[in-house]
């Protein structure tokens, strides 16, 4: 119990801080993107874009690599540059470049922040992490579970071995739908980036739809029963 009021607090905790921008676009790239990479040079010009011609706040999980480049692009350029930043246990990875900021302790509740209201998710390359932040963002959208919103792949050379991969193993084998793949956009045009999020509708949140979201209070009506009936059972 103590774990999921946690839990619940860091996700009213994030959901208030991002209800304070209610118009961002969502940096999802490596940590590992060093200064001189073309892609953190490209990460920071295109975040300072969309602060300067789209008054668009720049989120980010606030720490080094693509993320620090766009939350630098922002912060230069005199906008909102934010970060939703984790706690590990060795290290704090957080940048510089963040003019506010919100903590947590949990990766999954720090995700479920960082793509509840975007106007638009900008993937740059990345490793294990970016790719599954691209899949799940993918996922909801594709199943309708948060309403469509642009995804935006930057790296042509990067992104494109992936959507081979899609086509030749999971469209052969009807995993998915030819339609699945207009879900996204690969293109390294910056004017292209600018005028798809431009075109996308503001979001302001998730509208709670009671209907789809209820939980029974009642657990017996599910066949589960408390931990200490299992114990009894197994002679705990």
């Not at 991002?18 to 073309?38: H, L, Q």
């Not at 999980?61 to 934010?82: Q, T, Y």
């Not at 290290?91 to 506010?100: A, G, I, M, P, S």
């Not at 739908?177 to 956009?185: G, I, N, P, Q, R």
Request: glycine share 8%; hydrophobic share 40%.
């Amino acid at each position: 119990m103590k774990r999921v009021t946690f839990i619940s607090k860091e996700f009213t905790n994030g959901f208030e801080f991002i209800r304070n921008y209610p118009r961002s676009v969502t940096f999802f790239g490596s940590a590992r993107t060093k200064e001189d990479d073309p892609y953190y040079k490209k990460a920071m010009g295109l975040a300072g874009q969309i602060v300067k011609e789209l008054h668009y706040s720049v989120i980010t999980g606030g720490g080094p690599g693509i993320m620090e480049a766009a939350n630098r692009g922002a912060f230069e350029a005199g906008g909102n540059s934010l970060g939703l930043t984790i706690e590990l246990p060795h290290e704090q990875l957080t940048n510089k470049y963040l003019t506010d900021k919100e903590d947590f302790h949990y990766f999954f509740s720090r995700k479920v922040c960082l793509s509840f209201s975007a106007e638009a998710y900008v993937f740059f390359p990345g490793g294990f992490g970016t790719l599954d932040e691209f899949l799940e963002i993918l996922t909801l959208i594709q199943t309708n579970k948060i309403p469509k919103a642009p995804i935006i792949l930057v790296g042509v050379s990067f992104w494109t071995p992936l959507e081979k991969f899609f086509r030749a193993v999971l469209l052969e084998n009807k995993s998915i739908e030819e339609k699945d793949l207009s879900l996204y956009t690969i293109t390294d045009n910056e004017t292209e980036i600018l005028k798809i999020i431009k075109a996308a509708p503001i979001r302001l949140g998730l509208k709670y739809d009671e209907n789809l979201e209820k939980v029974e209070d009642d657990s017996s009506e599910n066949g589960h029963e408390p931990l200490s009936g299992l114990f009894k059972k197994i002679g705990w």
